[in-house]
């Protein structure tokens, strides 16, 4: 069965209730549902991992490698510091998109910056927890 693995950073166990205006109201187990029913209708598999810990998160990345079709990857404020993030991605083979909730680029001025959007596949920035959606899709047409 073709899996993907959807890996949250930092902060994102908090979603729904955190900064709702911003990150909007729905927690991160309705935002895994609602991706694995989506999967689940092409007769692929999701595994989810959320983790507050840069190296856990490097953990994961590693053993990723060989085991899905790709990473649906929010790393959330590691995104505009990790180099060693970005060095975990550019060691697998694994295909990476980039997700963020909110807009960073209307956001304050450091947020801008990725360090991991030009090892990622893409990016997605702005489309609120569609933007997990519109990921896994990215990855359903590239396997067609
Ligand atoms: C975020 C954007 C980051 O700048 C921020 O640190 C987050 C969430 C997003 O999904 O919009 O924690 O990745």
Redesign the pocket.
Same mark, same amino acid.
């Given at each position: 069965m073709k899996r993907l693995l959807m890996l949250n950073g /930092?902060?994102?166990n908090l979603l729904g209730k955190r900064e709702p205006t911003i990150?909007g109201n729905s927690g991160l187990e309705e935002v895994e549902t609602e991706l694995r029913e989506l999967l689940d209708v092409h007769g692929w598999g999701l595994s989810c991992f959320q983790s507050n810990h840069e190296g856990e998160l490097i953990d994961h990345i590693h053993k990723a490698e060989g085991q899905f079709e790709g990473i649906i990857f929010? /790393? !959330? !404020?590691y995104? *505009?510091t990790s180099v060693a993030l970005r060095d975990a991605i550019s060691a697998i083979s694994v295909p990476v998109i980039e997700v *963020?909730?909110?807009n960073?680029h209307n956001r304050e001025p450091f947020?801008r910056e990725s360090l991991l959007a030009p090892v990622c596949w893409g990016q997605i !920035?702005g489309l609120g927890t569609i933007g997990y959606k519109v990921a896994a899709q990215a990855f359903l047409e590239a396997e067609k």
């Open positions: /930092p902060n994102l990150y929010n /790393p !959330a !404020a995104t *505009h *963020h909730i909110s960073v947020r !920035a």
